[in-house]
């Protein structure tokens, strides 16, 4: 019998019921997920009013519960997000007219919870509300006003759903104390004066319980809770700036994500104590190949991986950022530095303004590469009209097909960015770009506007804290526009 590791038979609350499905194990309980309100997310203060909340419950079943947010912009409802970070799904969303509050089922995989992170047992086995977060995208319709003597700038319409966040250490927009999270029943914390601090202790108490029932051994669940506490102590982000999240683990690495970057780092284990190494983290990228079964690379004919990110390449993109936004013919602004800092340098600097060329002289070509001197006067250029045309008629259709969805996509995204007030490209600039730039400049221009597809509201915006103890008629779900390229 192996006896490095003995776990606490602990009676879960009433609230709280085991039930099955697929042939695995679920922990069942309440969750209120958001309630009637001005939110303040990542997209400022916004008011959800109750009709909007009671449209289309249905559309939430099903959806991922995570552990704290992807990044911003990026859907949960991806296989790595599910496999590093997903607890469970949400079931059975009704809305509660009486209350004012869009309630549901969290159905948590019970192997999951100690796999990513066994702070949801404890505050289950204790009866212990958690602080939670929707991923939803929503249409903002730039409407100011007064909602309770709370202000806001805009109204939340038209939802279609992401995900569900579960946040052990952090505020919801939408927090216990507005009468949202894991566990909530009818009340807030407001309306019955929980004493959070003596929960969080209880919690903490268990959690240490829990952790110290070793043999002088860790397992490989607690390996990775002893990093991801050492790293929050290391890092200690201020309250607006995200958390660290360890996503992979080896044997005397791991990669840990903080904003859009992802790090590897070194530690070591000595009994019961995880220690990180003093070097400095190192940059990484995450590479994703697909070969035959033979062994050849797809899409990939050299078989190269990226070149590697150095601590030099970090200052050039940061002196590259900084330029961009201190240009005034840029749209850049400091707070767009995070999204800028996630780009390629060579995407970095194809946002530069390019020269006018009526006022600027021209630049002289680079000494060491000569001019092209090949002769293409018997080269006759093939539009892409031509190409398909002559093109065999297995994929004539395709290609077509494609083209056209091609040209609709950048005439989309074009849209989006010239109609942004702060937008400073021309039409011709736009055009030059890849399809790619386009994307990424329209995920940061339509914020500032109302643009459907791109808008994401993510709860969970705001600063550390302790955690404490239909309609009818439905209209269709939205399709959303998702940027998988970062």
């Given at each position: 019998?192996?006896k490095s590791f003995?776990?606490?038979?602990?009676n879960?609350?009433a609230?709280?019921?085991?039930?099955?499905?697929?042939?695995?194990e679920y922990?069942?309980?309440?969750i209120?997920?958001i309630?009637?309100g001005?939110?303040?997310?990542?997209?400022g203060?916004?008011?959800y009013?109750?009709e909007?909340?009671a449209?289309d419950?249905?559309?939430?079943?099903m959806?991922?519960?995570?552990v704290?947010?992807p990044q911003l912009?990026?859907?949960a409802?991806q296989?790595d997000?599910i496999?590093?970070?997903?607890?469970?799904?949400?079931?059975?969303t009704?809305?509660?007219?009486?209350?004012?509050?869009?309630r549901?089922e969290?159905?948590l995989?019970?192997?999951r919870l100690?796999e990513v992170?066994?702070?949801?047992?404890?505050?289950l086995?204790g009866s212990i509300l958690?602080?939670?977060?929707?991923?939803?995208y929503?249409?903002?319709?730039m409407?100011a006003?007064?909602?309770?003597?709370e202000?806001?700038?805009a109204?939340a319409?038209?939802y279609?759903?992401?995900?569900?966040?579960?946040?052990?250490d952090?505020?919801g927009?939408?927090s216990?104390?507005?009468g949202a999270?894991?566990?909530?029943?009818?009340?807030s914390?407001?309306?019955?004066g929980?004493?959070?601090?003596?929960?969080?202790?209880?919690?903490l108490g268990?959690?240490?319980?829990?952790?110290?029932?070793?043999n002088?051994?860790?397992?490989?669940?607690?390996?990775?809770?002893?990093l991801r506490?050492?790293l929050?102590?290391?890092i200690?982000?201020?309250?607006d700036?995200?958390w660290?999240?360890v996503?992979?683990v080896?044997?005397?690495?791991?990669?840990?994500?903080?904003g859009?970057?992802l790090?590897?780092l070194?530690?070591?284990?000595?009994d019961?104590t995880?220690t990180?190494?003093?070097?400095?983290?190192?940059?990484?990228v995450?590479?994703?190949e697909?070969?035959t079964v033979?062994g050849?690379f797809?899409?990939n004919?050299?078989g190269?991986l990226?070149?590697a990110?150095?601590?030099d390449?970090t200052?050039?993109?940061?002196?590259?950022?900084?330029?961009?936004?201190a240009?005034?013919?840029?749209?850049?602004?400091e707070s767009?530095?995070e999204?800028?800092m996630?780009?390629a340098?060579e995407?970095l600097?194809?946002l530069v303004?390019?020269a006018n060329?009526?006022t600027d002289p021209?630049?002289d070509?680079?000494?060491?590469k000569?001019?092209?001197?090949?002769?293409?006067?018997?080269?006759?250029?093939?539009s892409?009209?031509?190409y398909?045309?002559?093109?065999?008629?297995?994929i004539?259709e395709m290609?077509?097909d494609?083209?056209?969805a091609h040209?609709?996509?950048?005439?989309r995204?074009?849209g989006?960015?010239?109609?942004n007030?702060s937008?400073?490209?021309e039409e011709?600039?736009?055009?030059?770009?890849?399809?790619?730039?386009?994307?990424?400049l329209?995920?940061?221009?339509?914020p500032?506007?109302?643009?459907?597809s791109?808008?994401?509201?993510?709860?969970?915006?705001?600063?550390?804290?302790?955690?404490?103890?239909n309609?009818?008629?439905?209209?269709p779900?939205?399709?959303p526009s998702?940027?998988?390229s970062?």
């Amino acid at each position: 019998m192996d006896k490095s590791f003995v776990r606490l038979a602990l009676n879960l609350d009433a609230n709280v019921r085991q039930d099955t499905m697929g042939g695995k194990e679920y922990l069942v309980c309440p969750i209120v997920m958001i309630t009637e309100g001005v939110h303040n997310g990542t997209q400022g203060p916004m008011y959800y009013p109750p009709e909007e909340l009671a449209k289309d419950v249905a559309a939430w079943n099903m959806k991922p519960i995570v552990v704290y947010h992807p990044q911003l912009g990026q859907s949960a409802c991806q296989p790595d997000i599910i496999n590093n970070r997903g607890v469970g799904f949400i079931f059975n969303t009704s809305w509660d007219d009486d209350a004012k509050k869009l309630r549901a089922e969290a159905w948590l995989e019970d192997t999951r919870l100690d796999e990513v992170d066994e702070r949801i047992r404890v505050h289950l086995e204790g009866s212990i509300l958690m602080e939670c977060s929707t991923g939803v995208y929503v249409d903002r319709h730039m409407e100011a006003g007064v909602w309770n003597e709370e202000s806001y700038d805009a109204i939340a319409r038209n939802y279609r759903p992401d995900h569900l966040a579960l946040l052990p250490d952090k505020a919801g927009a939408c927090s216990i104390a507005d009468g949202a999270g894991l566990l909530q029943l009818n009340h807030s914390s407001k309306e019955s004066g929980v004493d959070k601090s003596s929960l969080v202790t209880r919690a903490l108490g268990r959690l240490e319980t829990r952790f110290h029932l070793t043999n002088n051994a860790l397992s490989h669940d607690n390996i990775r809770e002893g990093l991801r506490t050492a790293l929050r102590e290391r890092i200690n982000p201020a309250d607006d700036a995200p958390w660290p999240w360890v996503e992979d683990v080896y044997d005397t690495f791991f990669i840990y994500e903080l904003g859009p970057q992802l790090y590897k780092l070194g530690y070591s284990v000595s009994d019961t104590t995880v220690t990180l190494s003093e070097d400095e983290p190192m940059l990484v990228v995450r590479v994703t190949e697909y070969r035959t079964v033979s062994g050849e690379f797809v899409g990939n004919t050299n078989g190269e991986l990226p070149s590697a990110i150095t601590k030099d390449d970090t200052m050039d993109k940061e002196k590259l950022v900084g330029d961009l936004i201190a240009n005034e013919k840029t749209p850049w602004e400091e707070s767009d530095k995070e999204t800028l800092m996630s780009f390629a340098p060579e995407k970095l600097e194809a946002l530069v303004p390019t020269a006018n060329a009526d006022t600027d002289p021209p630049k002289d070509p680079p000494a060491d590469k000569p001019a092209d001197t090949t002769n293409n006067a018997d080269k006759t250029p093939v539009s892409a009209d031509e190409y398909v045309a002559n093109a065999p008629e297995e994929i004539r259709e395709m290609l077509s097909d494609g083209l056209q969805a091609h040209t609709a996509e950048r005439n989309r995204l074009t849209g989006v960015i010239t109609a942004n007030e702060s937008n400073q490209f021309e039409e011709a600039e736009l055009k030059d770009m890849s399809l790619n730039h386009l994307r990424k400049l329209a995920s940061v221009a339509a914020p500032k506007q109302q643009d459907d597809s791109l808008q994401q509201s993510y709860f969970g915006a705001q600063g550390t804290t302790t955690p404490a103890n239909n309609s009818a008629s439905q209209t269709p779900l939205g399709l959303p526009s998702l940027d998988f390229s970062k």
